[in-house]
């Protein structure tokens, strides 16, 4: 029972960031119906920025993280307008195509840059409460709560699920509540019609891969923080977070931070049942998902979607 | 693709008929000035080459196999290595581990991956776009990660299977690497011979009528199962053919050659030579496969820019994508 609850809140914590991830994936489907495969590397680029700007260039780690999401939306942005913007009204297919291209480039951009192996954030540079131990002495709990089974719960994991429950809520009245939300709606809607009624819709667009590509960041600096970094987490990332967002029903933002959760809970215990499995369930459910019931658990349910 | 016997066409099939020749002779020739004249010439090894040949034959195989299914019906496969890696496992398992031989084995690996591309076909019938590609994507890898767990079945972590013994024909082993040039040529003979009949035939126009307007196509009274899991069936057929030369060619196999990276690779050549062109493919795949050996590590580039290759082809995929969607065969799209 006590290892239920640790993995429970493993799994919720992974669930906050893969929600995260997964809103970038699914608010650009809903707006241009395209499966921005570069997302998951954008994610990955965040975890660098924050991580180059707090080693290279000494900057704390409250300012890296805006820093970075800045960074991330800039060339979420450029990769738009660069790759997907001359491909608009091209078959659906080469857009695709185009995005497993730029997720290749960036991937190998980054092996050549910052080199394949691991890195994590210096502990010198990670705010206090986010380093967490049980001294071995007292048996004192630093910067952690404690939990049944004399497990803790360290801050820093409080902090990322506040923040990504934070963010999410942010988003929805983002998007229910301003203008610019409106604006992306109606895009979804129809973008033609929306065009009409004097909508600009490239800029809407580059809005939403702004917003998304700097939620994957925060995402990116959170599995900094948690995990390791490494040229191949956005791809492994990426796929667990598109798979939540395939479950949710891509386009919707709200079923997209449900399926991060589910998602992230079943990985956590489907690691105990089999670790060499553990990305096989996010797989899993998404080819279930998209078999029976193509739309998610929150989508509109439409005879063909292609 | 309607080829007479011209004298091009003739000379083009001696040069290829003659490839192992050519690199013997450079053999010779650097042996020859060395031993006699005392001088090393910066020549490549012939071997070494043939042996790139022999790895680019493969990737044609594989490039006219997507080809069926990408370019033909128009569905975008995301996980052709699977079928790759069916076939080479199943060819691979049966040889190391139950003796069988090469020529029992091949074809046993070649029905089991046109049994999995009807498996996978089956559920995936009426999907399209993006969704297709997504199962595909995820089938694959799930693959991967069978045989990168399952080790009672394989027999090492990561799915090693090794020692996988060389193919006898009337008693004599063929492991040289001329040997395996003409084996695999004799297999994309087969393969492009076969794709081209289906192509031209009653199938080949189903196919391209599904890829054009399924709607269409269904109301002209094209049965879209029946049509659709044929090609599911021959192109996966066709990879898991690639797979079973594969695990005799490299001996030892491993998880790492049938990742989604490769899928993508093999995309990229289809792509590059233009969809539903099997000319196409059978270029861009030479092309692209000679190009990643020349960008592996070590060559041309540094080692450790050996990923850089991976890059370029990102870069070819995109740039294509936008200013020549036909490919580089001379159909437009």
């Not at chain 1, 709560?145 to 360290?154: F, M, S, V, Y």
Request: hydrophobic fraction near 55%; glycine fraction near 12%; charge should be positive.
């Amino acid at each position: 029972m006590d290892q239920f609850i640790v993995q429970l809140v493993n799994g919720l914590v992974l669930g906050g960031i893969y929600a995260l991830i997964a809103v970038g994936y699914t608010m650009v489907y809903g707006i241009i119906q395209l499966i921005n495969f570069a997302h998951g590397e954008i994610f990955m680029f965040g975890a660098y920025f924050a991580f180059v700007l707090v080693t290279a260039f000494g900057l704390p780690f409250w300012i890296a993280l805006p820093a970075s999401m800045a960074l991330c939306a800039l060339l979420g942005v450029l990769i738009d307008i660069v790759a997907y913007r001359p491909l608009r009204n091209a078959p659906r297919l080469s857009a695709l195509i185009t995005a497993i291209g730029i997720s290749l480039v960036l991937q190998n951009l980054a092996r050549l840059i910052w080199s394949a192996s691991q890195q994590s954030f210096p502990d010198e540079s990670k705010p206090n409460i986010f380093i967490s131990d049980i001294d071995a002495q007292t048996g004192a709990i630093i910067n952690a709560i404690p939990l049944p089974g004399g497990a803790i719960l360290p801050y820093r994991d409080v902090f990322i699920l506040l923040l990504a429950v934070v963010l999410m809520i942010g988003l929805n009245r983002l998007i229910y509540l301003t203008k610019i939300g409106k604006a992306m709606r109606a895009c979804a809607e129809n973008q033609t019609a929306a065009n009409l009624m004097g909508i600009n819709t490239n800029m809407v667009i580059s809005v939403t891969f702004a917003i998304g590509s700097a939620l994957g960041a925060v995402a990116g600096v959170m599995v900094g923080l948690r995990e390791v970094i490494e040229p191949t987490m956005g791809y492994y990332k990426g796929v667990a977070a598109f798979a939540a967002a395939v479950l949710g029903g891509i386009g919707n933002v709200t079923g997209a931070m449900v399926g991060g959760i589910v998602i992230g809970i079943a990985e956590t215990f489907g690691a105990d049942i089999h670790s060499g499995y553990r990305l096989a369930f996010a797989y899993i459910i998404m080819i279930l998902v998209i078999l029976i019931r193509p739309s998610g658990l929150f989508g509109k349910s439409t005879s063909k979607r292609a | 693709m309607r080829d007479k016997l011209t004298p091009k066409n003739i000379a083009i099939s001696l040069v290829i008929l003659l490839v192992p020749v050519f690199m013997y002779l450079i053999d010779a020739f650097t042996l020859y000035i060395s031993s006699n004249y005392g001088v090393f010439l910066p020549l490549p090894s012939g071997d070494y080459i043939l042996r790139i040949v022999v790895q680019a034959g493969v990737y044609i195989l594989l490039a006219v196999g997507l080809n069926i299914v990408c370019g033909f019906t128009g569905l975008l496969d995301l996980g052709y290595a699977g079928f790759y890696l069916i076939g080479g496992y199943t060819a691979g398992l049966l040889m190391a581990r139950l003796g069988v031989s090469y020529w029992i084995a091949l074809p046993l690996a070649v029905i089991n991956g046109a049994l999995w591309g009807l498996l996978r076909g089956i559920p995936t019938l009426r999907l399209t776009g993006d969704y297709f590609a997504i199962v595909t994507f995820g089938f694959a890898e799930l693959l991967v990660q069978v045989v990168k767990n399952e080790i009672w079945l394989i027999g090492g972590p990561n799915g090693f299977v090794n020692n996988i013994p060389p193919v006898t024909i009337f008693g004599i082993e063929l492991f040289q690497n001329w040997h395996h040039y003409y084996h695999i040529l004799i297999l994309i003979l087969l393969t492009v011979f076969i794709t081209y009949r289906l192509k031209e035939s009653r199938v080949g126009r189903a196919w391209t009528a599904i890829r054009e307007d399924e709607q269409a196509a269904e109301s002209m009274g094209i049965n879209l199962s029946r049509y659709k899991s044929l090609a599911f069936a021959v192109s996966a057929a066709i990879g898991a053919l690639g797979g079973g030369f594969i695990a005799q060619f490299q001996v030892n196999i491993s998880s790492k050659l049938f990742d989604f990276w490769e899928s993508i690779f093999i995309l990229c050549m289809v792509v590059l030579g233009g969809t539903g062109s099997i000319r196409g493919s059978i270029i861009g795949a030479a092309i692209l496969a000679s190009l990643g050996e020349l960008l592996r590590g070590g060559n041309i580039l540094p080692s450790e820019f050996g990923g850089a290759r991976y890059l370029i082809f990102g870069i070819i995929l995109v740039v294509i994508m936008r200013f020549r969607p036909g490919g580089l065969s001379l159909k437009k799209a």
